[in-house]
């Protein structure tokens, strides 16, 4: 079984200020990670993702997230947010096995910056 | 097409009826995920096809919910004898053989009056 958990469901953070949204996992195999962001009204995109290699991962618009291993965390960071980064953010977790992919979503987590 | 559709992007019915969501994949692509996101609440799971393989159908939460996928390729989310609680935004999601990143469709909105 697979499992994923975003603590924060709401973050608010003054424009231009760092934010860090956090995410657990678990998982008895080797997983893939990533973040997807839902801007309001819209539909859900890819931010990052970590498959193999460096633990720190670049995605778009800034962000950057960092797999540890360790603590099966995934946590997502921006040193300074705008505006336009209001949104949800979600987690999630695929493993690969037996020919299936099996994905677990957080329940996600909402970023209000504030100006 | 360039990316995953879903038709019709918004749906009002009443309770009782029965609906049809069709999502059509990025071609290629052999994983198709469906996923229901209520209001506040994060992506529920409903199910999931691996190209011919039998589909996982852990997240249907009532035998009043199906799905089939033909070909490989289109699919179709059927709810029968819709409920309030139904309501909600149906997400579709594709993705390749390889384990990576899914691509999501912009959604079905259903309204159950």
């Known amino acids: 079984a697979q499992s994923v958990t975003q603590l924060d469901s709401q973050v608010p953070v003054f424009e231009e200020a760092p934010v860090e949204l956090r995410c657990n996992y678990s998982?008895?195999?080797?997983?893939?990670l990533f973040w997807y962001v839902q801007y309001p009204n819209q539909g859900l995109q890819l931010l990052l993702k970590?498959?193999?290699?460096?633990?720190l991962v670049k995605g778009i618009n800034g962000f950057e997230a960092e797999f540890n291993k360790s603590q099966t965390s995934f946590h997502l960071r921006k040193p300074s947010v705008h505006i336009s980064d209001t949104a949800e953010y979600f987690c999630?977790?695929?493993?690969?096995?037996?020919?299936?992919?099996?994905?677990?979503f957080g329940t996600g987590t909402k970023l209000q910056v504030i100006p | 097409g360039a990316g995953v559709s879903q038709s019709p992007s918004n749906k009002v019915t009443e309770k009782g009826k029965d609906v049809e969501l069709r999502c059509d994949p990025i071609?290629?692509?052999?994983?198709l995920y469906w996923y229901r996101q209520s209001l506040g609440q994060g992506l529920e799971f409903l199910i999931y096809?691996?190209?011919?393989?039998?589909?996982?159908k852990s997240g249907l939460p009532s035998d009043r919910f199906s799905a089939e996928r033909t070909g490989g390729s289109v699919s179709t989310l059927t709810i029968q004898r819709t409920q309030q609680e139904d309501s909600a935004v149906y997400l579709c999601?594709?993705?390749?053989?390889?384990?990576?990143?899914?691509?999501f469709g912009p959604g079905t909105r259903l309204t159950v009056l």
């Open positions: 999601a594709s993705s390749s053989n390889r384990g990576d990143e899914q691509f």
């Open positions: 998982s008895s195999v080797s997983v893939y």
């Open positions: 970590y498959l193999s290699g460096s633990t």
């Open positions: 999630a977790v695929l493993t690969v096995g037996g020919g299936y992919q099996k994905v677990t």
């Open positions: 071609s290629g692509h052999t994983a």
């Open positions: 096809f691996q190209g011919n393989s039998a589909p996982d």
